[in-house]
């Protein structure tokens, strides 16, 4: 009895060490602004308002971007003009910008400069597209859903034997208390919150053995959210037990079928939250309209 006690609370002590008192920050994530960057033009705002919006609700310690950041190079000028040229920017592969050679080198040169809290870089053929990184108590874990395995050149999309592979192994890693995967598909499509659009009804995988493969990996390692675009439409709900947090669009006013919408992801020690603010339909005033306590 006494060596089960010891156990327990050897147990509790190492995790505790993970868990410090300060951490407490916040993070963004916004996508899908392709081609709508900006500036203001008749009264309308497009990821320009965003960043603004932003700046506005506290920008915390970094933006995460799942996907269609195209082209990055011009997504980069409205976050350094808005946000400044040091906030941190996660870019997740989405299909336009693995389309896209110009797109792929921006991912390159960027990569090659050092990605913060670098962790470990993905499979042969994806060491851009798909990598994991650290912050604080947090482990942050970027998969390029359109890597076939051999090369991260735009293909049809899907998970890849390699790509779970490599997940598997990164999530068996890491000692943080808290886990976040994020790539550009969702698991499952969602209609917009707000609207009720449903629009690229078409999930990461076409395979649903490899999905039900990707959820229990995250079930197994209590992967606190998987976190999305690729849609337009935002939601954040539970798909297969699993919570999904689809970001929606941040065109601002580019797209009409649902609000232009921004996530910040609050977490205090290992209680999570995800504030959902949404945009009017010229994309110049946006209001925090939801939070989910993520549990």
Not at 62 to 81: H, K, T, Y
Not at 232 to 250: E, F, L, R
Request: aromatic letters at 10%.
């Amino acid at each position: 009895m006494k060596m089960l006690i010891r156990f327990v609370c050897l147990s509790f002590l190492l995790y505790c060490s993970t868990c410090r008192a300060d951490d407490s920050y916040s993070f963004i994530v916004a996508g899908d602004m392709r081609n709508f960057t900006g500036p203001a033009k008749n009264g309308k705002r497009y990821f320009d308002g965003v960043c603004a919006a932003v700046k506005d609700a506290g920008a915390g310690a970094f933006m995460l971007s799942p996907g269609d950041c195209d082209p990055p190079g011009a997504v980069r000028a409205v976050i350094s003009e808005y946000l400044g040229t040091n906030y941190p920017w996660y870019l997740v592969a989405g299909n336009h910008d693995v389309e896209t050679k110009g797109n792929l080198d921006y991912f390159r040169r960027w990569s090659a400069a050092g990605i913060p809290g670098i962790v470990q870089h993905g499979p042969k053929g994806a060491e851009i597209t798909t990598y994991s990184f650290d912050y604080q108590n947090s482990h942050f874990v970027v998969l390029d859903d359109y890597f076939n395995g051999i090369s991260d050149v735009a293909s049809k999309g899907d998970l890849s034997d390699a790509t779970l592979r490599w997940l598997e192994q990164d999530l068996a890693a890491t000692t943080k208390p808290l886990i976040w995967v994020t790539s550009h598909k969702p698991i499952q499509s969602q209609p917009d919150m707000d609207t009720g659009r449903v629009r690229h009804n078409d999930p990461m995988s076409a395979d649903p053995a490899r999905i039900d493969r990707f959820i229990l990996l995250l079930k197994q390692y209590h992967v606190r959210a998987y976190l999305c675009g690729h849609t337009h439409d935002t939601s954040v709900v539970k798909v297969k037990d699993i919570w999904q947090a689809d970001s929606g669009h941040s065109r601002g006013a580019g797209d009409t079928g649902a609000p232009s919408s921004f996530l910040k992801i609050r977490v205090e020690g290992v209680k999570t939250w995800v504030d959902i603010y949404r945009g009017d339909a010229k994309g110049v005033h946006y209001r925090l309209e939801k939070t989910v306590e993520l549990d």
